[in-house]
């Protein structure tokens, strides 16, 4: 099978071809016809997290070269082991890659996306960025029908990242309005579910006028440039007192401080985004203000049953989609990088 892998941390990404493995036990072969380009790649292809102040968390260890990333995957069966039961070859599914031990109390009470064993495509064992993956267990395959072939598999990141964090400020939404702060791929699917999820008004925020107004053509009611003097009072006039949450799609330093600053008194900020940087606040200000704020992993199986649901009903738009061949990997990792993707870019090997 052919693959697009790192050779170095940092380094472009090059073709390796390895021997098509044949599943044994409960694991199924997909052959993959899309994969979507997530930030978390960029993190991966670097080999560590901005913690801010010139410190990084590396996450290089456990992971051998070549390793091959991409862990928005959807394909076709194309063999299974003796223990696979429910799949069949030809059958198309969008494949779950947060995967834990299985068995321990957090997997059982069903976050395993949470388990402390990571066995995550694409980000501790090799992923989508390839023409076949190997599944462990046909619960991890999610049924493509009713689904649009090219977002099937980046519902299992961006969009099952979005509709989890939409779903954590549920009880703070009754006084609304809602604010997405960050309206890349993941935030512009957040603005798609948030508008099928919460009958209430919802902002968008992000310094690119682009996607300002991308969000604006998705029918977010109003939208903010973080970066614009005397923004804190102008959303706060706006929303008349503070937005009741705030959903931090991109996870940075600035991001964080202007998404906690607009949020109103008993209000909640989610943090989603992974960019980095560091973050404080004065401790009095959480009781004073009452202030929640929760970070959020993509979701469980659960929410992604629940999510493709909704999709299925017709009740969540598509973003945007730019199909490119596998081979372009690279370039799709550099336009991510630099801010110039509106939406997803998604790989077809």
Known sequence: ?????????????????????????????????????????????????????????????????????????????????????????????????????????????GDEHLCKVTHHLGTTVD??????????????????????AKLAGSYMCSGLTAFSALKKVAPYLEEGPLILVGLGGVGMMGLRFARALYDTKIYGADIDPAKRQAAIDAGADEVFDPSEDGIRKTVLKASGGGVSAAVDFAGSEKSLQFSQSVVRKGGCAV?????????????????????????????????AREMLDLVRAGKVEAIPVELRNLDQANNALTDLREGRVIGRVVLTP
């Open 1 to 109: 099978m052919k693959r697009q892998s790192m050779i170095e941390y940092g380094e472009p990404l090059q073709e390796t071809e390895v021997e098509t493995p044949a599943p044994t036990g409960t694991e199924v072969l997909v052959k993959i016809t899309h994969c979507g380009v997530c930030h978390s790649d960029l993190h991966m292809h670097d080999g560590y997290f901005d913690l801010g102040g010139g410190k990084q968390l590396d996450v290089r260890a456990g992971r051998e070269l070549p390793f091959t990333l991409g862990h928005e995957i959807a394909g076709a069966v194309e063999a299974v082991g003796p223990d696979a039961a429910g799949v069949s070859a030809g059958e198309q599914y969008a494949v779950y890659p947060w995967m834990g031990c299985g068995a321990c109390a957090v997997c059982t009470r």
């Open 127 to 148: 992923g989508g960025f390839a023409s076949h993956v190997m599944v462990p267990h046909p619960r991890y395959l999610l049924s493509m029908e009713g689904l649009d």
């Open 271 to 303: 943090v989603a985004g992974l960019i980095g940087g560091n973050f404080s606040l004065p401790a009095p200000m959480f009781p004073l203000r009452a202030l929640a704020i929760l970070g959020t992993f993509v979701g469980s199986l659960t929410h």
